[in-house]
C-alpha cells in the first residue's frame, strides 16, 4: 500500500520557521520527485517544491525560493521541507506529493495534476 506520512504543521508567527517531514512507503522511490503541494483556503493547489532521488534535483516554486528548503534522506524514505522567513500567505494545508519522472524529465510544479500519489496533508498557519 502507497503511503505518504506528513508530519510537522503547526501555528507559526510572521518570520518564523518550520520543517515538515514526509515519510514515503510502499513504492520504489528511484524514480520519483517527491515534495510538497499546498492549498490556501478557497484557493486551487500550487506545487511548492519537490527533489527527485535519483540525481537529486530540486524544484522550488518562485514563491518560496530563498526561504524554504527541501532535502532528502532517502535511506529513510524521508523528505524534508525547511520553512524559514514564513509569511501569512504561506498558510496552507501543506500535502506530500509524489510524481514519476523515469527519464528524468524536468517537473513543472504547477501541474500537480501530474502527481501520482498524494499524503493527507498537514496545516501550516503563520500569524501576523
Known amino acids: 500500500e502507497v503511503q505518504l506520512v506528513e508530519s510537522g504543521g503547526g501555528l507559526v508567527q510572521a518570520g518564523g520557521s518550520l520543517r515538515l517531514s514526509c515519510e514515503a512507503s510502499?513504492?520504489?522511490?528511484?524514480?520519483?520527485?517527491i515534495g510538497w503541494a499546498r492549498q490556501a483556503s478557497g484557493k486551487e493547489r500550487e506545487g511548492v517544491s519537490c527533489?527527485?532521488?535519483?540525481?537529486?534535483?530540486?524544484y522550488y516554486a518562485d514563491s518560496v525560493k530563498g526561504r524554504f528548503t527541501i532535502s532528502s534522506d532517502f535511506a529513510k524514505n524521508t523528505v524534508y521541507l525547511q520553512m524559514n522567513s514564513l509569511k501569512p500567505e504561506d498558510t496552507a494545508v501543506y500535502f506530500c506529493?509524489?510524481?514519476?519522472?523515469?527519464?528524468?524529465?524536468?517537473?513543472?510544479?504547477?501541474?500537480?495534476?501530474?502527481?501520482?500519489?498524494w499524503g493527507q496533508g498537514t496545516h501550516v498557519t503563520v500569524s501576523s
Open positions: 506529493a509524489a510524481q514519476y519522472t523515469p527519464h528524468r524529465e524536468a517537473v513543472d510544479l504547477q501541474r500537480v495534476y501530474d502527481v501520482d500519489y
Open positions: 510502499g513504492f520504489a522511490l528511484d524514480d520519483y520527485c
Open positions: 527533489i527527485r532521488s535519483g540525481d537529486g534535483t530540486a
